[in-house]
């Protein structure tokens, strides 16, 4: 199994531009969830999703929209990127709601 | 929402010592983490444990959840055991939307 997998490590971005992080896991997951992480925080979550055709806002969505049309693809979009975007992101998953979550590697975004 | 607080902020060890990081949240919870992030930012889960004691290896972790905390030790510290140890929970309605604490900031010396 190679786990959660996230595309791009890393990428520029100029501001206004949009984008994709990519993130797929092979362990038929139902839970999968992006976070982001600032320098020196903690994760705050993004956006997350219970199963297939089902998502929802976490503490920090805005800027960002989500789709999951399958079990195994859960990617991120940046609409129009704004510095206040630059972090690194982490996408995760989990059996379900009780079980312990896997993380991706992250993906280092910087918008100039 | 939930608060998450870890204590202490940072440790410095010498190798070989041992450790007692401490997580306190605010709310009843059904699902607590630790994790460790190493210096490369990879997160690693180390214990899922909602309630009761854990132990995997030379780590273990105890889950009060009454009392509304956990403790995460590290007997005989190594220098890979350097980084930073989350603890993330989860509310009981809010399925598996963790709260991240800021984190431990360990350092390992040799």
């Known amino acids: 199994n190679a786990g959660v997998t996230q595309t791009p490590k890393f990428q520029v971005l100029k501001t206004g531009q949009s984008m994709t992080l990519q993130c797929a896991q092979d362990?038929?997951?139902?839970?999968m969830s992006w976070y982001r992480q600032d320098p020196g925080m903690g994760l705050r979550l993004i956006h997350y999703s219970v199963g297939a055709g089902i998502t929802d806002q976490g503490e920090v969505p805005n800027g960002y929209n989500v789709s999951r049309s399958t079990t195994e693809d859960f990617p991120l979009r940046l609409l129009s990127a704004a510095p206040s975007q630059t972090s690194v992101y982490f996408c995760a998953s989990s059996y379900d709601r009780g079980n312990t979550i896997y993380f991706g590697e992250g993906s280092w975004l910087t918008v100039v | 929402g939930i608060q998450v607080e870890q204590s202490p902020p940072d440790l410095i060890l010498q190798e070989g010592a041992n450790s007692t990081l401490r997580c306190n949240f605010s709310?009843?919870?059904?699902?607590l983490q630790w994790f460790h992030q190493n210096p490369w930012g990879q997160l690693i889960n180390l214990f899922y444990i909602p309630s009761g004691t854990k132990q995997n290896g030379r780590l273990s972790a105890t889950t009060v959840a009454t009392e509304r905390y956990s403790l995460l030790y590290i007997s005989s510290s190594q220098t890979t055991d350097s980084g930073v140890y989350f603890c993330a929970v989860a509310l009981e309605t809010s399925g598996s939307r963790l709260t991240f604490g800021e984190g431990t900031q360990l350092t390992v010396n040799p």
């Open positions: 709310d009843s919870v059904n699902n």
């Open positions: 362990m038929n997951h139902e839970y």
